[in-house]
């Protein structure tokens, strides 16, 4: 879509100085040598910052609200065309549908307006939407049309529009609806409404020169209602130097003499001032702009609440000032354009020179000498490839990192890192926060261990819930949403904001449970093909590729010939298979085998889930499966694995209970745990063994003792041991302790989240230090406080990362610290195909952490895991800091990462 830029009405033609304003201003000590303009880095520095914010709050409310929202769409939507005409990068699709929702919501009223009706906001917002549409250079239509002959007919007698809102800022003012009527006019009123926008415009000039001006909103609208009225010169002047001397000493402006100075106010005087070529001073707009600059918050933003209305509630957008961020989110659209006008004009950047322009706009000092969003200094650089460390500086802006080594130019923070890791923010290969971070998008315990990507999806993932798979519910802002498709799950993550980048596979539960159901029938020839449109349609949606969990069902229902012909899908979309093998005891050997095969024989690379050997019967053999791996890999098959740096695992009591007993879903295992036929022949499944099923039971020596409940019950944190002897003390005779399994998960509906002790150091470690083999935590983003604090979890929700570093690095000498950091980072990213984010190097992404290499350690245990770690010190995610000397800052500036479709 080509972009007008935002300039003067080609019609009006006004004079750089209007005379007269000189003899009616005093400029007092704004001159102009006092008030130097504003560095160009700093401005484009701050307007990075706030472009983003405002692609954010523009997506967000379109998402949340059901109508066209004025100040939440139109304004950003301004503000986000200019930047792209002063050559910022914006996102071009969010931009578009905010144009194209603008003229869906005038399409849906088109029989409203044509019968003089209009819609809600009445001339506001139509004039708002036909703004909208003009950024957009979106073509007249007969929906233009219809809108444009409504606002012909709303004209007062008295020559002005009225205005209809009750909100501020605009709530009183005539002028403000005047000129947004007057300017869809301009812009979209066909050849037969010529000569009655004419006889408009003329009543407006009549209107306005005798209309009394009693606020900075008035006044500024008075100024831009000139360039489609003809005013005399005089009334002009007298609007040009009323605005001028409402200037005040701390260089902005106030809304109304009895109020502070605001971003809103100032921005909009220095807006009008600049589009009337009105500023006889450049120290005016000098100390304007400092104002706005000095007044900007850290996120970006600029936060209004002197016209805030307690009463009204806003649906929360992604902008960070809640009831305020009405005025706040209009406040920082009109200083984003203030700012872009302080902005010298310059050539656009040639498309083929990739070093004209920066992601977001921002610059890349070409010298060094430049000034940065953010400045690391002095720490020991690792930068995630493995190679050696060294002490270096890192120099970051926006979102990008521009330049390591010896930084030498300035910037808005520096940290000093001396004594202090720098490293790549971890990626976390086997994450299960796909749900907890919609209850708490901070992401507490993954932040506080340093990761800044989560990789979720292992067997069941966000999407699709679809055909015989119910959706699934969510609450997003206060609003429930319906989750069908992994797209929609995706843009549900968005909408609710989290501190860590989000990537995901498709899970192949969701798969077969939508086809399938609860069945354990196998499936047709018909069922995999809609299996591969689902696994296809995620795909395109963004995902990675294809997570298995073929221990339990309904994974384990797949056969390898499926399993192939799935990933047959994978490999066109160059998407990645991850699976949680079948048999990780006795049967490891064969179960990886099988993982290998399928990778081969699709043509897909495989990485393996959380690898162990995790059934005593077969401790010790890590290194006939590092072989296994080791010769796949010779013959070309790809095939890697990941490890989480504990020897228990978590899974359920339920995991116990043989495969098929689970057919039908919850309710028919609880009614088999119920039938006593059905308990005898369970126990004797449990006991002897099915061939080919992975047995928790006996992987644990059939010792209850190794059993740790972290489910939310009042049994949580003891063993299961201990809750047999509790449960059968003083019955006579003692109850079979698997009967005792069958009720406790009768009594918990069938599911009881359980940590098995059913692995060993020594294959563990040897594990961890295979090249191939990456760091994954198998945890969710969980918190110490809060109701993400529930149940006995296993402590690597808490602690992976940092017990990599202190127990495996520092006090073990298993891995070298550029290794492990390796391991965490650049692998794992390499392993999806991450190309911008996991090594430090000018032009990636700025997911950064920072830690003390002398004191890092995890906290949490089996018995007490709700402990964050330390020695983390900061956290940086996209450029922004999440993590500041161990508190989190609130900051959400985490992004959903979806692969490129193809």
């Known amino acids: 879509m080509n972009r007008r830029s935002i300039c003067r009405h080609p019609f009006v033609s006004w004079p750089l100085i209007i005379l007269g304003l000189v003899a009616a201003w005093s400029p007092g000590t704004l001159r102009a040598e006092d008030q130097p303009a504003p560095d160009v880095d700093v401005l484009t520095r701050s307007i990075t910052r706030s472009v983003a914010l405002l692609e954010k ?90 809108v444009t002959a409504y606002l012909l007919q709303k004209q007062s007698d008295r020559g002005k529009w009225r205005c209809s809102s009750d909100r501020p800022p605009s709530e009183t003012s005539d002028f403000t609806t005047t000129y947004l009527a007057l300017r869809g006019l301009a812009a979209f009123a066909n050849e037969t409404m010529a000569e009655r926008v004419a006889g408009c415009a003329k009543q407006a000039t009549a209107w306005l020169q005798q209309a009394p001006t009693r606020e900075t909103e008035d006044t500024v609208f008075g100024l831009l209602i000139s360039e489609y009225a003809e005013l005399p010169t005089d009334k002009r002047n007298t609007l040009v130097t009323t605005l001028l001397q409402g200037q005040r000493e701390d260089g902005g402006w106030a809304q109304k003499p009895d109020m502070e100075s605001d ?69 920082t659209a009109w200083a984003t354009l203030a700012l872009l006008f302080a902005l010298p004009e310059a050539p656009e950047p040639h498309a083929s020179d990739p070093d004209a322009s920066r992601p977001n706009g921002d610059p890349m000092p070409a010298d060094g000498t430049g000034r940065h969003s953010l400045i690391l200094r002095g720490g020991r650089i690792v930068d995630g490839t493995g190679n050696p460390w060294f002490v270096g500086d890192v120099a970051i802006n926006g979102d990008r990192i521009v330049e390591i080594g010896s930084v030498t130019g300035t910037a808005d923070r520096v940290i000093d890192a001396r004594n ?24 507490e315990s993954k932040i506080r261990q340093g990761v800044t990507t989560e990789v979720l999806g292992e067997g069941a993932s966000g999407g699709p819930n679809m055909g015989k798979m119910p959706p699934r519910e969510v609450t997003i802002n206060g609003k429930t949403q319906r989750i069908t498709t992994l797209g929609e799950y995706f843009d549900g993550l968005e909408q609710s904001t989290t501190s860590v980048n989000v990537a995901s596979y498709v899970g192949i539960n969701n798969l077969w449970r939508s086809v399938m159901g609860q069945s354990f029938a196998r499936p047709s020839s018909a069922d995999l093909k809609r299996m591969q449109a689902l696994l296809a349609d995620a795909m395109q949606a963004g995902a990675f590729g294809l997570s298995s969990q073929v221990m339990t069902p309904p994974g384990s229902l797949a056969t390898t010939e499926e399993l192939v012909e799935l990933c047959k899908v994978v490999h066109q979309h160059q998407g990645i298979y991850s699976t949680h093998i ?59 694995a990941n490890v989480y740096p504990y020897t228990r695992g978590n899974n359920n009591l339920s995991s116990i209970i043989p495969p098929w007993a689970h057919e039908g879903g919850r309710e028919k295992l609880l009614e088999r745990l119920g039938d006593a036929a059905a308990r005898r022949r369970m126990k004797h499944d449990i006991e002897k063994g099915i061939p080919g099923w992975y047995n928790h039971y006996t992987a644990v020596g059939r010792d209850w003792g190794r059993m740790l409940i972290s489910a939310d019950c009042r049994y949580r ?30 009594e918990e509906g069938g599911s009881v989240s359980t940590v098995y002790a059913h692995h060993e150091e020594r294959d563990m470690n040897l594990a961890m230090q295979q090249p191939w083999c990456s760091i994954g935590s198998d945890g969710s983003a969980l918190a110490t406080s809060g109701s993400l604090r529930r149940g006995n979890p296993h402590p690597r929700n808490f602690g992976t990362f940092p017990r990599v570093l202190g127990r495996y690095v520092r006090e073990r000498n298993v891995l070298t610290l550029e290794d492990a950091i390796r391991k965490m980072t650049s692998l794992n990213a390499a392993k999806l195909g991450i190309q911008d984010r996991g090594i430090l190097r000018p032009g990636m992404y700025a997911d950064l952490t920072l830690f003390d290499p002398q004191t890092v350690i995890d906290q949490a245990t089996y018995s007490d895991p709700f402990h964050y770690n330390v020695g983390i010190h900061y956290v940086i995610v996209n450029g922004q800091v999440v993590l500041d000397q161990g508190r989190h800052t609130g900051a959400r500036p985490g992004r959903v990462l979806r692969k490129p479709a193809r």
């Open 717 to 746: 944190g003891q063993t299961m041991d201990a809750v047999i002897a509790e449960r059968t003390a003083g019955l006579d005779p003692v109850p079979d302790a698997l009967d005792v399994l069958f009720d406790l998960l009768m």
């Open 582 to 640: 079948r048999n990780e005891g006795t049967g490891v050997f064969d179960s990886i085998a099988e993982a290998i095969s399928i990778g081969e024989q699709a043509g897909v690379p495989v990485d393996v889930i959380h690898l162990k050997i995790a059934d005593e019967q077969s401790w010790g053999m890590m290194r006939g499966v590092v072989e296994l791996f080791a010769k796949a890999r010779a013959r070309g098959v790809n095939v890697q």
């Open 57 to 146: 709050a523009s997506a967000g409310t379109a998402e949340q609200r059901a109508c066209f929202t004025c100040h939440g769409q139109a304004l950003p939507v301004l503000a986000l065309v200019e930047a792209e005409h002063r050559g910022f990068a914006i996102d071009q699709e969010n931009l578009d549908r905010q144009v194209e929702r603008a003229h869906r919501h005038l399409e849906r009223g088109k029989a409203s307006y044509i019968q003089g009706k209009g819609q809600g906001g009445g001339v506001d917002t139509a004039g708002y939407a036909l703004w909208t549409l003009e950024s957009g250079a979106r073509a007249a239509d007969d929906v233009t049309d219809a």
């Open 420 to 443: 202090l890791v720098i490293a790549p923010g971890f990626v976390d290969m086997h994450s299960h926060s796909d749900w907890t971070l919609f209850e708490d998008g901070n992401a």
């Open 263 to 331: 971003a809103y106010a100032t921005a909009t005087a220095l807006y009008a001032l600049h589009r009337a070529g009105a500023v006889p001073d450049p120290a005016v707009w000098n100390r304007g702009i400092r104002y706005l600059l000095e007044s900007q918050q850290p996120d970006g933003s600029w936060h209004v609440t002197s016209r805030s209305k307690p009463f009204q509630t806003y649906f929360e957008t992604g902008f960070p000032h809640g009831k305020d961020q009405f005025i706040s989110t209009s406040a």
